[in-house]
Each structure stands twice: as structure tokens, then as C-alpha cells.
Nanobody, 124 residues
Framework: QEQLVESGGGLVQPGGSLILSCAAY?????????TNWYRQAPGKERELVAT???????SVVDQVKGRFTIAEDTINQIVYLQMNDLKPEDTATYYC?????????????????WGQGTLVTVSS
């Protein structure tokens, strides 16, 4: 069973930077086609932040465009979220998720797994 583990969160001042990492462990019968970063602030719903696909395309939501970027270390199969010019409203637990197509045991349906999250706090 494949598992995702996020790391890199912490406390930073406004205007600071952090790099979050998402690493995969174990094996899976599914075929991954995308990795996403989400975030969820206390009392708020989870929201998509960025996506990178196995075809090399990337996307970043408007709220963080120009400040955040997503990239992949293809050798070690780690997906990063580079966060610059952090603002207090960026405070949230950040999660990575992997999307893929399952094997015959799930009828080749879409599958999605999640990491446990890493907390980012932006405060003076």
C-alpha cells in the first residue's frame, strides 16, 4: 500500500518562505497521473493549492499565483511546494494527495490517497 508523507511545515514570519515536501512510500497497483497540494485552515474547508501531472503540466490557484510553485524531483519521486512571500492567510495544514487509476480490484476507477498533513503558521 502506498503512503504519502508531508514535511517542511513550521512557523514563519510574513514575507518568509518555506518548502514543503511530499514523499511516497510503499507500492501501489494504481497508476498515478497527478499530485496535488491542498490546504485547510482552522474552521475552513479544504482547498486546492497546486497540481502537477505526470505529463509535466502544473497549475497554481489564483490565491497563491506568483508566490507559490509546485515542482517534482523525478529521481527521488518527491513533489515540492515552494512557498514565497507568505501571508497570515496562508496559515493552514497543508496536505498532498496522489491521484491515479486503480487496478482491476477497484474496477480501474480513480483513486486518491492523502498524507497526514504538515502545519504552516505565518505570524509575526
Amino acid at each position: 500500500q502506498e503512503q504519502l508523507v508531508e514535511s517542511g511545515g513550521g512557523l514563519v514570519q510574513p514575507g518568509g518562505s518555506l518548502i514543503l515536501s511530499c514523499a511516497a512510500y510503499g507500492t501501489s497497483s494504481s497508476v498515478r497521473y497527478a499530485t496535488n497540494w491542498y490546504r485547510q485552515a482552522p474552521g475552513k474547508e479544504r482547498e486546492l493549492v497546486a497540481t502537477i501531472t505526470t505529463l509535466g503540466s502544473i497549475s497554481v490557484v489564483d490565491q497563491v499565483k506568483g508566490r507559490f510553485t509546485i515542482a517534482e524531483d523525478t529521481i527521488n519521486q518527491i513533489v515540492y511546494l515552494q512557498m514565497n512571500d507568505l501571508k497570515p492567510e496562508d496559515t493552514a495544514t497543508y496536505y498532498c494527495s496522489a491521484e491515479g487509476t486503480g487496478g482491476p480490484e477497484v474496477g480501474y476507477r480513480r483513486v486518491k490517497i492523502w498524507g497526514q498533513g504538515t502545519l504552516v503558521t505565518v505570524s509575526s
